[in-house]
């Protein structure tokens, strides 16, 4: 736990586990279209039922794939999702409903997942990662889209990897600073400060 | 709550005062209904947090069938990725 002071003075230590809690607590966690949460699913992978797998992974492989590409590169994205797939089922037995919701357990593996990749490529310059084609869209959306994500990737992997993470989680991913705290393992006070400091860069790289 | 800490609050933790911790929403959006300054600031802040909050494209179809089978055959390898 890091001893940081809140750069916003938002919350005293004593009380951060509780509001943290709560919003953890408060997770939908994700019930789909299909009627069936993350959990629910998760028990019966957990028993090894693969279709439930399948279900829980077609879900949620976009939004993995999403988190590689801002916090690794888009070279490596779908390889990133797959072996943090591979992870989730290989270790489907040590995962309780008690521990947490499913995707707080999912975004731990997948940036475990993006940090070991990230030490492994070592030297590889990240700003000219070439863009994977892929159209879910038509081409006037996805000329747009494209070009404004892969402007805001660019700036986003120029900053240090703990605001990376950080600020793709809050922002991105559009968890509450409680939530990316319960992520990253670290205390309240210290995802702000890496908030802070990951902003103030941004607007200086995104004008 | 001063402009100042207002101020401070969105370099923090952005113009979504939803995300704010609760005991600092109801003097945020007190001090916003009485200042145009602040109101300036969140709407600035708003923008900002617009191209944060940009989606990475989505994938197609074909691509996250491709993927999702690509796993499902890999289930029985023996080694943790």
């Keep these: ?38 959990t629910a699913l998760m028990l ?21 794939v999403g988190l590689a590409r801002r916090v ?59 863009e994977v084609p892929d159209h879910a869209d038509g081409p006037m959306e996805i000329c747009d889209a494209h070009e404004t994500a892969a402007r805001v990737r660019a700036a986003v992997q120029k900053i240090p990897e703990r605001q990376r993470i950080a600020i ?4 991105h991913e559009d968890l509450t600073a409680a939530q990316v705290a319960t992520i990253m393992d670290l205390n309240l006070n210290a995802v702000e400060s890496l908030l802070k400091r990951g902003r103030k860069s941004l607007r200086v790289l995104l004008g | 709550m001063s402009p100042k800490q207002f101020r401070l609050l969105i370099d923090t933790l952005g113009a979504d005062v939803a995300k704010w911790p609760p005991d600092q929403r109801a003097a945020a959006l007190a001090l916003l209904s009485e200042s145009a300054d602040a109101q300036d600031v969140l709407r600035r802040a708003v923008a900002f947090d617009g191209q944060l ?20 055959k890999r289930l029985d390898d023996d080694r943790d990725p």
């Design chain 1, 168 to 171: 793709t989680l809050y922002y």
């Design chain 2, 53 to 72: 909050r940009t989606p990475e494209p989505g994938l197609s179809p074909d691509r996250r069938a491709s993927l999702v089978d690509n796993i499902m």
């Design chain 1, 44 to 64: 019966r992978v957990r028993d090894g039922d693969r279709e439930a797998f399948r279900r829980l992974v077609t879900r949620h492989v976009d939004r993995i």
């Design chain 1, 72 to 130: 690794v590169g888009s070279a490596e994205a779908d390889d990133i999702a797959q072996d943090v797939f591979l992870k989730l089922w290989a270790r489907r037995s040590q995962w309780e409903p008690r521990t947490g919701a499913f995707r707080t357990w999912l975004y731990r593996v997948a940036l475990n997942q993006c940090i070991d990749w990230t030490r492994k490529r070592k030297t590889v310059p990240l700003d000219g990662t070439p």
């Design chain 1, 1 to 38: 736990m890091s001893s940081e002071s809140s750069p916003a003075g938002i919350a005293l230590d004593g009380r951060i586990r509780s509001w943290a809690d709560d919003v953890i607590a408060a997770d939908p966690d994700g019930i789909s279209s299909d009627g069936e949460s993350d």
